[in-house]
């Protein structure tokens, strides 16, 4: 599961988006608000530039005007550019030098005033998910800290499934399983159709070595898009990772895994016959299959099934790269 709020990486989409929507809203029928402005634009043109300390000075210009961001609200968003311009500058690496140590501060900070200050819900939440980031393992490391903001995005947002699930990532990453189930639970409380949920869910029960359960999650997943192949081959991928790596296995429950694998991409290919995902991963099944088979007729057959499979996908590939497919 990879919901974890991690704003690096769409930072450059979310503001340069929000750029010229923070600059439209903001009024210049003031002195005060005419500076903001000009500060505003200022900024916006370094950050854009990736000149991050030259935005920050700008955008202190802009939070500071106190007069221009009672008259004109919208200017209010230059403290979360102002708190990325400093998380920009900031570079994990060089934890322990004082400077460095700053500017995640001043961003932790900034984000702070964003969240408490911006009214539209979007950047408020964006505010929020960015304070978390700070305080995640690629930053700060401190779990103890991103709880609280984790609940104040569920308080903001409380029938989006994604926030308990980037809780629930949060309590995993402590060790905190019940927690984490129990948020992952409340997640699929308040979207029951969503078949996210349900693939998030047995994830998570992967890794804590329930199969059943894992399986079990998958499948309702699976039935709420019945018609969508790549559900039923998502299992198919399970069972074979299971059948492949628990060597716990006897050799009996190994075989059952296989065979449910190739009845579960027998499935996605009965809905998408040129799915060549669930071909590739049939082929691989059946050669598991041919290795627990003792008659020689059948590990022939079973390989000669695999081969065509095998050449099928080679053949699409081969078309794709030329154009022809």
């Known amino acids: 599961m990879t919901i974890r709020f991690r704003a690096a990486s769409v930072a450059p989409l979310v503001l340069l988006c929000g750029l010229s929507v923070a600059a439209a809203g903001c009024g210049r029928y003031s002195i005060s608000s005419l500076k903001a402005a000009k500060a505003f634009k200022d900024a916006n043109q370094y950050y854009q530039a990736k000149e991050y300390k030259k935005a920050a000075d700008r955008y202190e210009d802009v939070v500071q005007n106190q007069s221009a961001l009672q008259q004109s609200p919208g200017f209010t968003i230059a403290y979360f550019f102002l708190a990325n311009s400093y998380d920009q500058l900031y570079k994990p690496a060089k934890n322990g030098d004082p400077q460095n140590d700053a500017y995640i501060q001043k961003a932790i900070e900034d984000y702070r005033k964003a969240a408490d200050n911006i009214t539209d ?81 047995a994830a998570f029960y992967n890794r804590q070595g329930d199969f059943d359960k894992t399986i079990d999650a998958l499948t309702q997943a699976a039935n709420l898009a019945p018609n969508n192949p790549e559900g039923w081959h998502l299992i198919a991928t399970y069972y074979w990772d299971k ?67 095998r050449n099928k996908v080679l053949e699409a590939q081969k078309r794709k790269a030329t154009g022809k497919g």
């Open 243 to 309: 059948a492949r790596k628990d060597f716990r296995l006897s050799d009996a429950q190994k075989k059952d895994f296989i065979l449910k694998g190739i009845a579960m991409d027998d499935k996605a290919l009965s809905l998408n016959p040129n799915y060549l995902e669930a071909m590739t991963y049939k082929n691989i099944l059946l050669r598991m299959q041919a290795n627990t088979e003792k008659d020689p007729k059948v590990q022939k057959d079973l390989l000669n099934q695999a081969d065509q499979l």
């Open 121 to 201: 819900l979007k950047w408020k939440k964006s505010s929020l998910e960015y304070l978390a980031a700070a305080y995640g393992p690629d930053k700060l490391n401190d779990p103890g800290k991103a709880e609280p903001v984790y609940k104040e995005i569920i308080q903001l947002e409380p029938n989006e499934p994604a926030n308990y699930m980037a809780i629930a990532q949060l309590y995993e990453d402590a060790g905190r399983y019940e927690e984490a189930e129990a948020a992952l639970q409340k997640a699929k409380e308040v979207k029951q159709n969503d078949p996210s949920v349900y693939t998030a869910l």
